[in-house]
């Protein structure tokens, strides 16, 4: 199995990165967390809860094992090293703030560096950019990572799969995150399929 990074920052949709870390982990592939302080107050008015602490209570508990925790400073994790680069990067949701410093090479946290190592290593990284609306430098910057291997998927759900609740457009997104990934899924039909 592989090994994934999931940073979660500070932009809404902490439950996009949970879902992703629970249907990762489900196929038991090691992710590493890393959520940025903005991250755990976000998920903290979102979710209920601050950090993956309480996994029962994010629906968690039954794949924690295949689940590893880092701190946004711990400098020491081994996914920050070229020779340690893990399988894909995601960032999911990315705030502008965080695509703003992977795109001008900033590396002052894990989640930065991880993501220039992703980026260096020629690894893949997918930012799950959640902003609205975009003004012309977020813009810029999307163009500036994708331009240097980084592949931006906007937390933009669809409606031709008839979603009935919001889990069916939590699951879309993170459908097509996994579709990036190459990984298999049965979150949303594709289009057309019966």
């Not at 990074?5 to 590493?32: C, E, M, P």
């Not at 430098?137 to 979603?163: C, D, S, T, W």
């Amino acid at each position: 199995m592989s090994d994934f990074v999931i940073g979660i920052t500070g932009a809404s949709g902490s439950i996009y990165g949970i879902r992703l870390i629970q249907q990762l982990a489900l196929k038991k592939h090691t992710v590493n967390v890393v959520i940025t302080s903005a991250g755990k107050m976000v998920m903290k008015e979102e979710l209920g809860v601050s950090g993956l602490g309480k996994m029962d209570k994010l629906g968690l508990s039954k794949v924690k094992n295949n689940i590893k925790i880092w701190e946004n400073n711990d400098f020491e994790a081994p996914f920050m090293s070229g020779s340690s680069a893990p399988e894909a990067v995601i960032i999911i949701p990315c705030s502008v703030g965080k695509l703003a410093a992977i795109a001008n090479g900033i590396s002052g946290n894990l989640i930065e560096r991880t993501a220039d190592v992703a980026l260096k290593e020629k690894r893949q990284l997918i930012l799950v950019v959640r902003e609205t609306p975009l003004s012309l430098i977020h813009l810029e910057n999307m163009v500036k990572v994708a331009r240097a291997g980084a592949q931006i998927l906007p937390a933009m759900p669809a409606f031709y799969h008839h979603p009935k609740t919001i889990d069916d457009m939590v699951n879309f997104v993170v459908g097509k995150v996994l579709n990036l990934l190459r990984i298999e899924h049965n979150l949303f039909k594709g289009w057309r399929k019966e």
